[in-house]
């Protein structure tokens, strides 16, 4: 039987920590963002990020997930950091890659209103003041992502792509973490129980 492996494609602020979370708490060792020294003793994987790894595997190998091994899961996979914009859930090769070397893979979007991702972005440290509209993003050209609207048509034509791509495919769902059937949807899709779930990491109001 092939390992299951679960990769969030959903954007910032989509609930991934609460994702994250709720996958941890239900048995499963989950990368988030950045690879903290606690989550593994491979020393060379220590506060590395997760979207470098992917693309460093990816073009060096063919297996985005091959220095990921200890993990079962990624909650988050994108980077926005200075100088660098890496954002493999917009990557068709990086998910063909995964599929083709990691057949029991499951893919997830999670997500929220658009505008209320847009909005907690906007509150968000840096990300949707400085940081998206600075730096080159998928969908989001240089010099854009600096308003509202501007990153919620962002937000909805990622969400229209995934759909998209993986049209009628069973690996595939589409996570509204604010359903009231959220936890149930994800466990009947990944095949185990979802033993918590709430909310996590929220952006602190604004004002």
Do not use: C
């Not at 602020?13 to 048995?27: E, H, M, P, Y």
């Not at 962002?154 to 059937?181: K, M, N």
Request: glycine share 8%; net charge positive.
């Amino acid at each position: 039987m092939s390992r299951l492996r679960v990769i969030n494609l959903g954007l910032p602020k989509s609930g991934t920590t609460t994702f994250g979370r709720a996958l941890k708490l239900s048995g499963l060792r989950i990368a988030d963002h950045r690879i903290r020294p606690r989550q593994t003793d491979d020393t060379a994987l220590h506060d590395r990020f997760v979207a470098e790894l992917v693309y460093e595997d990816y073009f060096a190998t063919g297996d985005p997930l091959a220095r990921l091994e200890h993990f079962d899961g990624i909650a988050e996979i994108s980077m926005l950091r200075r100088e660098r914009s890496l954002w493999p859930q917009t990557d068709w090769g990086v998910i063909a890659a995964i599929r083709a070397h990691h057949p029991g893979a499951r893919f997830v979007a999670t997500r929220r209103p658009a505008e209320a991702m847009s909005a907690s972005m906007d509150r968000w440290n840096d990300l949707g003041r400085e940081r998206l509209p600075t730096l080159a993003v998928p969908g989001l050209p240089q010099g854009w992502g600096a308003t509202l609207a501007e990153r919620q048509r962002w937000i909805e034509a990622h969400h229209a792509h995934l759909r998209r791509l993986f049209a009628g495919a069973a690996d595939f769902l589409e996570l509204d973490v604010t359903a009231a059937d959220a936890p149930d949807g994800l466990g009947a899709f990944l095949g185990r129980d979802i033993r918590w779930w709430g909310r996590a990491n929220a952006s602190r109001a604004a004002g």
